[in-house]
């Protein structure tokens, strides 16, 4: 215990329960899946990721302090009937993306394995396992809202709840804006002439400082530091995130140009780059050019809608949502990012844009079905409400329960 105390970053350890280790990998791992599940864009899902992280390790550290009570009380843990749920919800993913081969797909690209997701659902289904028997055995089962809470909470925040602000499923095909070939041959030419320098023994460096164009970090050996999978060069995620050993020097192409990445390290799924980058400057005419080819696809789809998918998984490079047929999800209106929010405000049910350009490159958005804002009665909400107070009161009581539990049990969180 004195070892992994005393090392435990080293290791990858992000916390100890009671001699149980959380691995950081698990955390990160426990995360993607996470945000997989959440219909959001991505830049939202960026700024949320370092609370859903702390979140993600709060609920680990509850399962392995709940075992333990449970343990400590004779609660028999059924495992295998957790197991069989897990399955079954795992069976309910499987059918609504499509089958399993499409899952896979999905989750590989995310660095993800099935068996990653099999054990992430069983925790989720563990924890309310343990929840359900612990305070069932402690007696604070049922937990009763009275009407008059109900009702109070309903007047109270009514301005809120009761507003269901305007949501949209939405789909869409993003296509990069493409170089001239000119341009695209010119930066390959200028690669291949460092990587020959570099390969014949030239210092990095002084290399970097020469010819690379990012001006900020050329002077100071193209040190970029620490990029997540999905992050900064996502679009690149296959390559760099590909088994490498310190130094090695390797090409990848992203959304601005052509980089040589140095390896400098890993630690969870994060790794540290450094770069030689080179440019590959897009006109206006490489922008109207691709939209003009996504008017044609527009017009395609517009005789048949039901080819939005076919195109979606052919032609989108936004990976994530062309596996699903190009569907985003159900999202509010609000939280969305240009152009996305201007064409659903605008827009009615079953409306494929025309062309719209977005830092990313063209895109065909679809809005396949819309709501408009609605506001909820009380008696529409009244269910809703009781349970939510209940969960709340629930919520209060394992706080509650894992404050004593922590008196008796180690843990220690590495940051």
């Not at 609504?96 to 394995?113: A, F, M, T, V």
């Not at 396992?129 to 109900?150: A, D, H, R, T, W």
């Not at 602000?165 to 930066?187: D, F, G, N, Q, T």
């Not at 195109?311 to 062309?322: E, F, L, M």
Request: glycine share 6%; net charge positive; proline share 3%.
């Amino acid at each position: 215990m004195i070892f992994l105390f005393l090392f435990g970053y080293i290791e990858g350890i992000n916390a100890i329960v009671d001699s149980k280790i959380i691995t950081r990998g698990e955390v990160e791992k426990n995360l993607t899946l996470l945000l997989l599940e959440q219909p959001l864009p991505d830049s939202l899902k960026y700024r949320l990721k370092d609370s859903l992280r702390e979140e993600v390790l709060k609920q680990l550290i509850y399962v392995k302090l709940l075992e333990h009570k449970a343990r400590e009380d004779s609660i028999e843990i059924d495992y295998a009937r957790i197991a069989e749920e897990a399955e079954n919800r795992l069976d309910v993913i499987k059918k609504n993306i499509g089958g399993e081969d499409s899952l896979i797909k999905l989750l590989r690209n995310n660095g993800i394995s099935l068996e990653d997701l099999s054990k992430f659902m069983a925790n989720q289904v563990l924890l309310r396992f343990l929840i359900q028997m612990i305070l069932n055995k402690e007696g604070f089962y049922p937990i009763y809202v009275p009407p008059s809470e109900v009702k109070s909470f309903y007047n109270k925040h009514k301005d809120s709840i009761a507003v269901i602000p305007a949501h949209a499923l939405i789909a869409h095909i993003v296509v990069p804006v493409v170089p001239s070939r000119s341009k695209e041959m010119a930066a390959q030419r200028k690669l291949m002439e460092v990587y020959d320098i570099l390969s014949r023994g030239g210092d990095w460096d002084v290399v970097c400082s020469s010819f690379s164009r990012d001006y900020k970090t050329k002077d100071k050996g193209g040190y970029i530091g620490w990029v997540e999978r999905g992050g900064r060069f996502k679009e690149s995620d296959s390559i760099l995130f590909s088994p490498h050993k310190y130094g090695d020097i390797f090409v990848a192409r992203s959304m601005k140009g052509y980089h040589l990445f140095r390896f400098l390290g890993k630690r969870g799924d994060s790794i540290k780059l450094a770069h030689i980058f080179f440019p590959v400057t897009i006109s206006r005419s490489d922008t109207l050019s691709t939209i003009r080819e996504m008017e044609s696809l527009r017009k395609e789809i517009l005789k048949d809608t039901s080819q939005f998918y076919n195109y979606a998984q052919k032609y989108s490079i936004d990976r994530v949502s062309a596996e699903r047929g190009g569907i985003i999800g159900d999202v509010l209106i609000n939280a969305l990012d240009s152009p996305f929010k201007e064409v659903a405000e605008k827009a009615e049910s079953g409306y494929i844009s025309k062309p719209v350009v977005s830092q990313y490159g063209v895109h065909l958005i679809w809005i396949k079905k819309k709501e408009d804002k609605q506001v909820k009665s009380f008696k529409e909400l009244r269910s809703f409400i009781e349970n939510y107070l209940r969960m709340q009161k629930e919520d209060e009581i394992v706080k509650e329960l894992i404050k004593n539990i922590k008196e008796k049990v180690f843990v220690k969180i590495y940051d």
